[in-house]
T-cell receptor, first 113, second 111 residues
Framework: GAGVSQSPSNKVTEKGKDVELRCDPISGHTALYWYRQSLGQGLEFLIYFQGNSAPDKSGLPSDRFSAERTGGSVSTLTIQRTQQEDSAVYLC???????????FGSGTRLTVV | GQQLNQSPQSMFIQEGEDVSMNCTSSSIFNTWLWYKQDPGEGPVLLIALYKAGELTSNGRLTAQFGITRKDSFLNISASIPSDVGIYFCAGHGFGNEKLTFGTGTRLTIIP
């Protein structure tokens, strides 16, 4: 597509439930990144994909967080047993290859109540 | 790990004023980038810098990649209302595919 698309744009979930966040990168971009932005804060790196593999998942905060990418395209970030501290905006970005400036999506605002 | 210190945290200026913000790092970066984020949107790339000492302009924006590779600044001349937002510096370390982001500078224009 023309840009990076994320869905849903907003998600409210109850504490303890699982959530899935989706990212559609720009067509042809091999690198895909997930970041988290808490209210009024900078961007915290979560995970990086090159194709379908994740050479750097060092930013995932706990084993409740996982991500996958299929077909070198769509990626899903899954948060299991959500906690209130998971509330944040989750941003996805893609680039033609790793190490270049990214194009970001508009993010998914997750609120855990 | 790598950290980026961005300052100032916030700025309150009048329309037409010039703006300057900067980032410093405790380690060397080989790429510096400046992004702007509007409310409810993802960050948008403004300027990318790839060489130490590089000075690049994009309209009213000017950014420089410091000689030491540990700092960068962004200047905005003759600010206008649409400049309001949060500005982030970001950088790639050597052999590092992920971007490290600064904490942001929130720019507000006072009527």
């Amino acid at each position: 597509g023309a840009g990076v698309s994320q869905s849903p744009s907003n998600k409210v979930t109850e504490k303890g439930k699982d959530v899935e966040l989706r990212c559609d990168p720009i067509s042809g971009h091999t690198a895909l990144y997930w970041y988290r932005q808490s209210l009024g804060q900078g961007l915290e790196f979560l995970i990086y994909f090159q194709g379908n593999s994740a050479p750097d998942k060092s930013g995932l905060p706990s084993d409740r967080f996982s991500a996958e990418r299929t077909g070198g395209s769509v990626s899903t970030l899954t948060i299991q047993r959500t906690q209130q501290e998971d509330s944040a905006v989750y941003l996805c970005a893609s680039s033609p290859r790793g190490g270049q400036g990214y194009t970001f999506g508009s993010g998914t605002r997750l609120t855990v109540v | 790990g790598q950290q980026l210190n961005q300052s100032p945290q916030s700025m309150f200026i009048q329309e037409g004023e010039d703006v300057s913000m900067n980032c410093t790092s405790s380690s060397i970066f080989n790429t510096w980038l400046w992004y702007k984020q509007d409310p409810g949107e993802g960050p948008v790339l403004l300027i990318a810098l790839y060489k130490a000492g590089e000075l690049t302009s994009n309209g009213r924006l000017t950014a420089q990649f410091g000689i030491t590779r540990k700092d960068s600044f962004l200047n905005i001349s003759a600010s206008i209302p649409s400049d309001v937002g949060i500005y982030f510096c970001a950088g790639h370390g050597f052999g590092n595919e992920k971007l490290t982001f600064g904490t942001g500078t929130r720019l507000t224009i006072i009527p």
